[in-house]
């Protein structure tokens, strides 16, 4: 076997670890916890209007630069809405911005272009569902289901 | 609870979106961590891990103009490297699978996908806290041990040193 493509390893023992052995059960015990995992939740909860509002101000800019042809723009925010969506409270906005994203990258890898309509539907429904004043996530979670199946109908078109 | 067992560690935040390094930062305070210090990209998490020597990184993919994949790899590969061995977090809104394998093969230890809860970023820490993996060193890779799971029947290809040396043993 050629000595260029042999690995060596390092074992876990031979490096500094995060934390020491003697600190890890109760580093362990307190991620589990109930009390770790409530007072997180409530710092996230304080954070929720002001994550709404830049959901909510991502979407702007989407449907912005999506209305003037930058399409490269929109479809920057639209990763952005959906990472942050779902802990803002906007589940359904979130899964249809994360619908679009991943029909754009599988668009990508089949070096293929995307369907301006099919991207329009999607950015359509990510200002409607964000926008609206409850976030109706059954509505939107429908919206979600009927454009994966669209996009999966306009990918195996691709495929041929 | 006091928060003892984290509370000495140093974290380090790559992520070019604001609202997503509060809400990180929120979550490390709640486990204790106290100093969190925060970068919007690779080059600037860089010149931080060199100077505030962190214990933990979380870090988003894409950042311009060195991006989670590149930053990742220039932890685990540069000479100028302060911690080679430092657990890198890969806190990401891309769920492709291309882009996870691209993650892993740039040596980062886990990867979250957002949107992130408490319990899936605790989750992570507990995998590095409770399952320290061995690293592997070629020339191409240095990085955790991409094998997480052992599989019965592995036939090849074997192209690590103890991989012979144990058959070597065997024999």
Not at chain 1, 16 to 31: D, F, I, N, Q, W
Not at chain 1, 114 to 135: F, K, Q, Y
Not at chain 2, 17 to 39: D, P
Request: with cysteine; aromatic share 4%; glycine share 8%.
């Amino acid at each position: 076997m050629p000595e260029s493509q042999t690995a060596e390893v390092v074992p876990a023992d031979r490096y500094k670890p995060l934390l020491p052995k003697g600190r890890r059960e109760a580093a362990l015990a307190m991620l589990r916890s109930g009390e770790t995992l409530a007072k997180a939740g409530r710092m996230v909860a304080m954070r929720r209007a002001e994550l709404r509002d830049a959901v909510l101000d991502l979407v702007d800019q989407m449907d912005l630069t999506a209305r003037g042809g930058d399409w490269p723009a929109a479809f920057a925010a639209a990763h952005e809405i959906r990472g942050l969506a779902a802990t803002a409270g906007l589940t359904a906005t979130g899964r249809i911005a994360n619908g679009l994203c991943q029909y754009l990258d599988a668009v990508e890898m089949l070096r293929a272009v995307p369907d301006a309509a099919v991207a329009g539907l999607h950015i359509d429904a990510i200002v409607r569902s964000a926008r609206t004043e409850d976030d109706t996530a059954r509505h939107g979670n429908a919206v979600a289901e009927q454009l994966s199946a669209l996009v999966s109908r306009k990918l195996a078109e691709i495929k041929g | 609870m006091s928060g003892g067992a984290f509370e000495h560690l140093k974290a380090l935040i790559v992520e070019d979106n604001q609202h997503m390094r509060i809400l990180l930062k929120s979550l490390l305070n709640a486990l204790g961590i106290a100093a969190v210090y925060e970068a919007t990209d690779g080059e600037g998490a860089f010149a931080l891990l060199r100077d505030k020597q962190p214990d933990l990184i979380l870090s988003d993919l894409s950042m311009k103009p060195m991006d989670g994949i590149a930053f990742a790899r220039e932890v685990r590969m540069s000479k100028a490297s302060p911690n080679p061995y430092i657990p890198i977090i890969m806190v990401t809104g891309h769920t492709e699978r291309h882009r996870i394998e691209a993650a892993r093969d740039a040596g980062v230890t886990e990867v979250l996908a957002k949107p992130i809860t408490a319990g899936s970023l605790f989750q992570r820490i507990g995998e590095i806290v409770n399952r320290p993996r061995a690293f592997v060193k070629c020339t191409d890779y240095f990085g955790p041990d991409r094998r997480r799971q052992a599989t019965d029947g592995f036939a090849g290809p074997f192209r690590r040193r103890d991989d012979f040396e144990n058959d070597l043993a065997i024999r």
